[in-house]
């Protein structure tokens, strides 16, 4: 998916998938955009190398700082405590 992003992000300049405003391509990828941090995070695992992807990591760093994406976007520390807690009750679930 990352490839396929790379291929097709920032042609020609541009900000977002269809120029310089936001549509439904930009937001479908939100995901890559916030949640691919979380998971690496989570899962103590290394998916996303901006040098490998320097288009899809451009167009990170300005799809999250744009007010409205910014603004709204969940905090990842507490995301990533929720699932971490969420974790823990699986396992502890698991073990009874």
Do not use: Y
């Amino acid at each position: 998916m990352l490839e396929a992003m790379e291929e097709h992000t920032l042609i020609g300049g541009k900000k977002f998938f269809s120029g310089d405003e936001i549509n439904m391509v930009d937001i479908a990828f939100c995901m890559v955009a916030h949640w691919l941090g979380l998971i690496e995070d989570f899962a103590g695992l290394k998916i996303f190398e901006p040098h490998k992807f320097p288009l899809v990591s451009s167009w990170i760093q300005i799809f999250k700082s744009v007010p409205v994406i910014k603004d709204n976007l969940p905090d990842i520390d507490k995301m990533l405590a929720l699932l971490k807690r969420r974790r823990e009750m699986l396992l502890t679930s698991k073990s009874n």
